[in-house]
């Protein structure tokens, strides 16, 4: 079945750099585009970055947009999300998800405080 597994979270301080990974199993991840999500305490969850199946393609929400790389290599099957210059509020539990598949892993949680 289909299963994602985020890791690398983790406390970080304001300016500091994480690196998230992904590793999807149970479908066919070189199709597949894959997003990260986040959800802070009290709000919606909310997409931070889509990667197309190639990686050519990607999105990023305009508040992470320039700090912030989503990139993928599918013969890992694994995404992974370099996040850099980190503030309070990107403080969340971030998630991996394909978008073809309503499929939610743990996900892995970042706290970004001094």
């Known amino acids: 079945q289909v299963q994602v597994v985020e890791s690398g979270g983790g406390l970080v301080q304001p300016g500091g750099s994480l690196r998230l990974s992904c590793v999807a199993s149970?479908?066919?991840?070189?199709?597949?585009?894959m997003r990260w999500y986040r959800q802070a305490p009290g709000k919606e969850r909310e997409l931070v970055a889509h990667?197309?199946?190639?990686?050519?393609?990607?999105y990023y929400a305009d508040s992470v947009k320039g700090r912030f790389t989503i990139s993928r290599d599918n013969a890992r099957n694994t995404v992974y999300l370099q996040m850099n210059s980190l503030k309070p509020e990107d403080t969340a539990e971030y998630y991996c998800?394909?978008?073809?598949?309503?499929?939610w892993g743990q996900g892995t949680q970042v706290t970004v405080s001094s």
């Open positions: 149970g479908f066919t991840f070189s199709i597949n585009p």
């Open positions: 998800k394909p978008s073809s598949y309503d499929y």
């Open positions: 990667i197309s199946s190639s990686g050519v393609f990607t």
